[in-house]
C-alpha cells in the first residue's frame, strides 16, 4: 500500500528527492513508495525541528 503525500511540505521534499538524479555507482533504482516514505520522515523532522525552535525562548536557551 502506497502511503500518501500528507502535506506541501512533504510534496515539495518528495518531489525534490524523486527528480534528484542518483549517483553514478548507485545501481539501485527509488521506488516513488520508498521517496514518499523519505520524503515523509524528512518531514517530519523539519516539522520536529520547527516545533522546538518555536518552543525556545526568543534569545534561544538560557545560560544557568
Given at each position: 500500500m502506497e502511503p500518501e503525500i500528507q502535506d506541501g511540505l512533504e510534496r515539495r521534499i518528495f518531489e525534490t528527492i524523486i527528480s534528484f538524479p542518483a549517483r553514478i555507482d548507485e545501481m539501485e533504482t527509488r521506488s516513488e513508495e520508498a521517496c514518499r516514505l523519505l520524503a515523509r520522515r524528512i518531514?517530519?523532522?523539519?516539522?520536529?525541528?520547527?516545533?522546538?525552535?518555536?518552543?525556545?525562548?526568543?534569545?534561544?536557551k538560557e545560560l544557568r
Open positions: 518531514a517530519d523532522l523539519v516539522r520536529q525541528h520547527e516545533r522546538t525552535k518555536d518552543a525556545e525562548p526568543a534569545g534561544g
